[in-house]
């Protein structure tokens, strides 16, 4: 049996390994639907005129960038991540399209920004990762001024758990992952939760899911080691092609020969600091 590390929690979820390795290939696996999920967020604030915004946990900034397309100019823009490839891949882009942005390496638990900045605190598709969620509101709170927004969307439960239990018995029987477990994810409430325990009036609080059906394992592993990267740091693309068929074989035991169905679930919160 292969040894990975296991991500380990404190204090509710999980770090984040291999987004490193996710950069140079993550635009052109989800670019098109967290633009669009980024708008969908986007669309409902009203912001004052050359406004300040932060984007926490930015990736390659793809919020960030549709922020200040729409409410620019802007007075500043600045992209936080812990992954240094996702801030190099991040800055390369605001360069070739001339736009003002800054990406800085940093975990969302310690922002390195004075408090009070922004006007617009964005983390989209990723609270579900961080170590210490209730840390990371607490720092986006500080760093936006009085009347300053949140807009915050992540994933929930039950989002993917049909796939993430096929996927943890496929990693022990090919002895890729005893000790792998599945993300836990926050519940629907918990991203509020923590918002409202930090200061926040919470203005809308929504839930987002709906059902889509795997009908190519190797293509979709290979999507989720992309956007979902912890479970397959360390894994080879041969790994993964085995794991996707693997996969492919059991789901099809299971009577899963049409399609395997999975679940997705996600928050959108926009929230204000009074
Ligand atoms: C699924 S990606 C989302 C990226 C981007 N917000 C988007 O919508 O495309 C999750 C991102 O969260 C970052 N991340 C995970 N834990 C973090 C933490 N504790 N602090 C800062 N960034 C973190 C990862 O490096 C990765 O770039």
Same mark, same amino acid.
């Given at each position: 049996?292969?040894?990975?590390?296991?991500?380990? @929690? @404190?204090?509710?979820?999980?770090?984040?390994?291999?987004?490193? #390795?996710?950069?140079?290939?993550?635009?052109?696996?989800?670019?098109?639907?967290?633009?669009?999920?980024?708008?969908?967020?986007?669309? +409902?604030?009203?912001? !004052?005129? %050359?406004?300040?915004?932060?984007?926490?946990? @930015?990736?390659?900034?793809?919020?960030?960038?549709?922020?200040?397309?729409?409410?620019?100019?802007?007075?500043?823009?600045?992209?936080?991540?812990?992954?240094?490839?996702?801030?190099?891949?991040?800055?390369?882009?605001?360069?070739? +399209?001339?736009?003002?942005?800054?990406?800085?390496?940093?975990?969302?638990?310690?922002?390195?920004?004075?408090?009070?900045?922004?006007?617009?605190?964005?983390?989209?598709?990723?609270?579900?990762?961080?170590?210490?969620?209730?840390?990371?509101?607490?720092?986006? #709170? +500080?760093?936006? &001024?009085?009347?300053?927004?949140?807009?915050? *969307? %992540?994933?929930?439960?039950?989002? %993917?758990?049909?796939?993430?239990?096929?996927?943890?018995?496929?990693?022990?029987?090919?002895?890729?992952?005893?000790?792998?477990?599945?993300?836990?994810?926050?519940?629907?409430?918990?991203?509020?939760?923590?918002?409202?325990? %930090?200061?926040? &009036?919470? *203005?809308?609080?929504?839930?987002?899911?709906?059902?889509?059906?795997?009908?190519?394992?190797?293509? #979709?592993?290979?999507?989720?080691?992309?956007?979902?990267? !912890?479970?397959?740091?360390?894994?080879?693309?041969?790994?993964?092609?085995?794991?996707?068929?693997?996969?492919?074989?059991?789901? *099809?035991?299971?009577?899963?020969?049409?399609?395997?169905?999975?679940?997705?679930?996600?928050?959108?919160?926009?929230?204000?600091?009074?």
């Amino acid at each position: 049996m292969r040894n990975r590390s296991t991500a380990p @929690t @404190t204090g509710g979820g999980f770090s984040a390994p291999g987004y490193d #390795f996710s950069a140079p290939v993550y635009d052109a696996t989800v670019e098109v639907p967290y633009t669009l999920e980024a708008d969908r967020l986007l669309q +409902r604030l009203v912001l !004052p005129p %050359c406004p300040a915004i932060l984007d926490v946990a @930015t990736g390659t900034g793809i919020a960030l960038f549709r922020a200040v397309e729409r409410f620019g100019p802007v007075r500043l823009a600045v992209g936080v991540d812990q992954s240094i490839g996702m801030v190099v891949a991040a800055q390369a882009k605001a360069t070739q +399209r001339g736009l003002p942005a800054h990406f800085v390496p940093a975990q969302a638990e310690h922002l390195p920004l004075p408090p009070g900045l922004f006007d617009l605190v964005v983390c989209a598709n990723a609270l579900q990762w961080f170590s210490d969620r209730a840390a990371a509101l607490a720092e986006m #709170f +500080r760093v936006l &001024r009085p009347g300053g927004l949140l807009a915050l *969307s %992540c994933a929930v439960e039950p989002c %993917c758990r049909e796939w993430w239990a096929l996927l943890q018995r496929v990693l022990v029987l090919l002895g890729l992952g005893g000790k792998w477990v599945p993300p836990r994810l926050p519940g629907l409430d918990e991203p509020a939760h923590f918002a409202l325990r %930090c200061g926040f &009036r919470i *203005s809308e609080l929504r839930p987002v899911a709906w059902r889509s059906v795997i009908r190519d394992h190797q293509a #979709f592993a290979r999507a989720m080691a992309v956007v979902a990267p !912890p479970w397959s740091h360390g894994l080879t693309p041969a790994d993964l092609d085995l794991v996707g068929a693997a996969m492919h074989r059991l789901a *099809s035991l299971g009577g899963a020969g049409n399609g395997f169905p999975v679940t997705w679930a996600g928050a959108e919160l926009i929230a204000r600091k009074p």
